[in-house]
């Protein structure tokens, strides 16, 4: 076995967990030997450009009830960069519109000889109910407003690559926090690792009983800019809210927009995220969203790095599923 095999093996022995669910069971060192395994696999794959074989003879399946772009693209790519097999399922055109249950398609497809799925599904909990109902390990691609533990890994993952830490930095997410599985999954991630984080957005959508748990909450975007060092910038999940949380998508961009006024008032080397996909004019401008400040598309590179590590970590702690290293 070779010295960097050797530093990719030895990673999977601290790791106990059979699923990925989310980030707030995590503690910080589980989150730090995720973050570890995925610049080590992105090295070992170059930049996540070309294939190793550490799951050669490994299926796993993307099951997605819900739409997606970037997360079923880069599990898939990710899966691939490790030399697994894939499959991809989308709930449009199967045989849940014939009356099939969620846990029945799961079983059948499990049953087609797939060691991992991940999930993806509207439903809050759905990936916990399936790690009960089938014995693939299961990875959770996004549960409704609960939780997106990969993209959370994958923001925090792109923030200490550029800034060399989590611990200390202020983090602002803005935006729909209430709706936002994102932003669920990063609070619990960047302060394990010890980020300060505020919340920010109109009061109908960031609640004050936040501050429970230790974040801070504000309404004024452009009273905190100063003190900055990292804006996440967060779509408004207009798909899952029963009625509209503000008058206008003009007045949440006229308050919560970053542009080039309010770039003006931030620290001269703040990072600009966003989850995706992006509304261009309403979370911030094109010019921020393309801008030298914008790391949005190092976050979708650094997708299939932290997703082949989640794959790899979940893999091997199911042992069987991985053909031997020696
Ligand atoms: N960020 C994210 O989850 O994007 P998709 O919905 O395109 O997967």
């Known amino acids: 076995m070779s010295s960097s095999e050797t530093e990719i093996t030895s990673?999977?022995?601290?790791?106990?967990?059979?699923?990925?669910?989310?980030?707030?069971?995590?503690?910080a060192e589980?989150?730090?030997?995720?973050?570890?395994?995925?610049?080590?696999?992105?090295?070992?794959?170059?930049?996540?450009?070309?294939?190793?074989?550490?799951?050669?003879?490994?299926?796993?399946?993307?099951?997605?009830?819900?739409?997606?772009?970037?997360?079923?693209?880069?599990?898939?790519?990710a899966a691939r960069r490790l030399g697994a097999d894939t499959i991809d399922f989308s709930s449009s055109g199967s045989s849940l519109s014939k009356g099939e249950t969620f846990i029945d398609t799961a079983k059948n497809i499990e049953a087609m000889g797939v060691d991992l799925i991940v999930v993806r599904h509207r439903s809050p909990g759905a990936p916990h109910l399936l790690a009960q109902n089938v014995r693939c390990g299961i990875l959770n691609a996004g549960d409704g407003p609960h939780e997106h533990p990969t993209q959370g890994l994958l923001d925090i993952f792109s923030i200490r690559e550029r800034l060399g830490r989590i611990e200390g930095l202020t983090v602002a997410l803005v935006g729909d926090i209430a709706f936002s599985r994102t932003a669920r999954s990063n609070i619990w991630g960047l302060q394990k690792l010890g980020a300060h984080v505020i919340l920010c957005g109109?009061?109908?959508?960031?609640?004050?009983?936040?501050?429970?748990?230790?974040?801070?909450?504000?309404?004024?975007?452009?009273?905190?800019?100063?003190?900055?060092?990292?804006?996440?910038?967060?779509?408004?999940?207009?798909?899952?809210?029963?009625?509209?949380?503000?008058?206008?998508?003009h007045e949440y961009a006229w308050l919560y927009a970053m542009n080039r006024r309010r770039m003006a008032l931030a620290k001269p080397d703040i990072l600009i995220m966003a989850p995706g996909p992006i509304n261009r004019g309403v979370e911030l401008t094109p010019d921020v969203a393309d801008g030298s400040h914008s790391i949005i598309l190092d976050q979708v590179t650094n997708g299939v790095a932290v997703r082949m590590a989640a794959l790899w970590l979940i893999a091997q702690r199911n042992q069987e599923l991985v053909p031997s290293q020696t």
Do not use: M, Y
Request: net charge neutral.
């Open 202 to 249: 109109p009061s109908t959508l960031v609640s004050r009983d936040w501050e429970k748990v230790g974040v801070e909450v504000c309404h004024d975007l452009d009273s905190i800019l100063h003190r900055v060092d990292v804006l996440n910038l967060l779509r408004i999940q207009f798909e899952r809210q029963a009625t509209r949380p503000f008058p206008s998508v």
């Open 11 to 27: 990673f999977h022995q601290q790791w106990t967990r059979p699923h990925l669910l989310g980030l707030e069971e995590l503690s």
């Open 30 to 77: 589980e989150l730090t030997l995720i973050l570890n395994q995925a610049a080590e696999l992105k090295r070992q794959t170059n930049q996540c450009k070309t294939k190793i074989s550490l799951l050669q003879g490994v299926t796993i399946a993307n099951l997605f009830f819900e739409n997606s772009t970037r997360t079923r693209t880069s599990f898939s790519l």
